[in-house]
């Protein structure tokens, strides 16, 4: 891997402390697949003489695999993350992810998994028991990395601190030279005027 592929990327440096990488997350992982399912596992080994994808297949073997892809992929999915489930779904990562099977969940603490190259759905899990497949609405029939939500969050951020300025720049405008965008309210003395009281006491409470 690392002499036949990463040595051959674009951006590879050996034994530089802050290199700049050439790709991004996902053309690594694109590279990668490549590379393992086109290349190596197609080409003839030298120590078995003969390519490992006919060997896996060879002499009648046939491996155990899961039942079907949703199965395959909770065994690979090892990141995992507490949360409780709320009426409105799960939230995680200021997304909420939604299933009519967490109704009966709510209030409950759960165990999320998921893929981090793709997080636009979530698997959620009670008392190691597995529950249902969650999605968030807004991205369901998308494919959505944790760099997508640290560009939109820092996108809006900037909006809004874009729009902040605009509004005092305005209010300044309108204002005298000297005088601050905003002053502090003066209290109303009638508001905190001492008011007699009308608690009786008796000489016991003395």
Known sequence: MNTELLARLPGYLHNVRNPKPGLSISELDTALGEFIGQNYHQ????EIKETPQKAWQGNGWLPRLPESIDELNLLLLTVAKPRIVHRDGVHFQGLR???PLLAAYVGESVILRYDPRDVAEIQVFHRGQHICKAVDPTHE?????FKDI???RSARKRQLRGQINE???TVAEFLPAGQPTTEAPQPDPAVHRTKKTKLRTYAEDE
């Not at 029939?141 to 990395?145: A, E, G, P, V």
């Open 43 to 46: 080409r003839e080994h030298q």
């Open 97 to 99: 992810y939604i299933s």
């Open 141 to 145: 029939r998308s494919i959505m990395t």
């Open 150 to 152: 640290q560009k939109a």
């Open 167 to 169: 509004r005092i720049a």
